[in-house]
């Protein structure tokens, strides 16, 4: 059974990075499309980017000037990385497996339990 | 970008109800579309994929149907643990959610 696990920071000050880590088990990320979610205090779910495998990268055009997706095949992690946050980035962050159709990826089947970061001074 | 909109957006209901969840998207979207089951402090579930496709491991009561721009989750017979939220999420053009649907216990 693949397990996600989110890590980081529980609070960030506005104009710095948010900086996340997914730890994966129970499957390799040398497969697959990985994910970040985010979901606002009270707001629908968004999502952000993903690396495939392959290390190749795609992020939401709202907010592709400002993340960061990488891997780390070694330790079986994908990380995240927003800067210059604002309150507006105050959210639950996810982490998601994502599976599709060669080269199209489509729907997140395994998803971590999430974790909330909040950027105030 | 592709809106969905879900409605309603709360739906209160008993143990052993038949209930129906719709999406709406902004424009046509073929068949490509999701739905999820979320409750707090919890992992997020897939339920359903491509407009019908019940994901393994899913109870047999939660189906979905549609296609272009209207979609319907059903669930057959209410249990106790289906009391969430669900979203739908559309992969035609990028991926969007709907705002969700929080369902209540009456």
């Known amino acids: 059974q693949v397990q996600l696990q989110e890590s980081g920071p529980g609070l960030v000050k506005p104009s710095e990075t948010l900086s996340l880590t997914c730890n994966v088990s129970?499957?390799?990320?040398?497969?697959?499309?990985w994910n970040w979610i985010r979901q606002p205090p009270g707001e629908g779910l968004e999502w952000i980017g993903y690396i495939y495998y392959t290390g190749s990268t795609n992020y939401n055009p709202s907010l592709n000037s400002r993340v960061t997706i990488s891997a780390d095949t070694s330790k079986n992690q994908v990380s995240l990385e927003v800067n210059s946050v604002t309150a507006a980035d105050t959210a639950v962050y996810y982490c998601?497996?994502?599976?599709?159709?060669?080269?199209?990826?489509?729907?997140?089947?395994?998803w971590g339990q999430g974790t909330l970061v909040t950027v105030s001074s | 970008d592709i809106q969905m909109t879900q409605s309603p957006s709360t739906l209160s209901a008993s143990v052993g109800d038949r209930v129906t969840i719709t999406c709406r998207a902004s424009q046509s979207i073929s068949r490509w579309l999701a739905w999820y089951q979320l409750k707090p402090g919890k992992a997020p579930k897939l339920l359903i994929y491509k407009a019908s496709s019940l994901e393994s491991g899913v109870p047999s009561r939660f189906s979905g149907s549609g296609s272009g721009t209207e979609f319907t989750l059903t669930i057959s017979s209410l249990q106790p643990d289906d009391f969430a939220t669900y979203y739908c999420q559309q992969y035609d053009t990028h991926y969007t959610f709907g705002q969700g649907t929080k369902l209540e216990i009456k």
């Open positions: 998601a497996r994502a599976r599709g159709r060669p080269g199209k990826m489509e729907f997140f089947d395994y």
């Open positions: 129970g499957g390799s990320i040398n497969s697959f499309y």
